[in-house]
């Protein structure tokens, strides 16, 4: 290494040669690259979210409509016959519980679990889950099982 071949770390220099606004003998003095008036031009400028140059904006076109209850509760479903394939693949035994549906990946920890009624269930089991539908704990019932409502 010598004088002819030192060069500054990469990133170092910033090879902006324009000097804004630092006079008109610069070349980029008075409107400092901004141009003539306009709320661009001035200071503390800063362009709403959404702002379409005066023309009304796309949120504001496109129509809205319905409703959304704020108050709804969203629930994942579990059907008996996912359950009675559990039973049958001896992942279950006698209990379908709370922390055994999260372990099996049928819901996540945080979410509401809804028993639902499509398929038959063979098996006695008792199963825990925040809501049921009638026919599903009609089903679980009728098989000798038990519904706990947590």
Avoid: C
Avoid at 33 to 40: I, N, Q, S
Avoid at 80 to 98: A, N, R, Y
């Amino acid at each position: 290494m010598d004088l002819s071949n030192l060069k500054p770390a990469e990133g170092s220099v910033n090879n902006n040669s324009k000097r804004i606004g630092r006079g008109q003998g610069s070349g980029k003095g008075g409107t400092a690259t901004r141009g003539h008036k306009g709320a661009k031009s001035r200071s503390g400028y800063s362009r709403k979210i959404g702002f379409e140059g005066g023309q009304m904006p796309l949120q504001r076109r496109v129509p809205k409509f319905g409703f959304t209850n704020i108050n709804r509760k969203e629930y994942q479903g579990i059907n008996l016959d996912v359950i009675q394939e559990l039973v049958d693949g001896k992942k279950i035994k006698d209990s379908l519980d709370f922390n055994s549906i999260i372990e099996l990946r049928l819901a996540r920890k945080n979410e509401l679990v809804k028993i639902l009624g499509r398929g038959e269930l063979k098996a006695k089991i008792k199963v825990s889950a925040h809501k049921f539908t009638a026919t599903a704990k009609n089903a679980i019932e009728a098989a000798g099982g038990e519904v706990v409502i947590l």
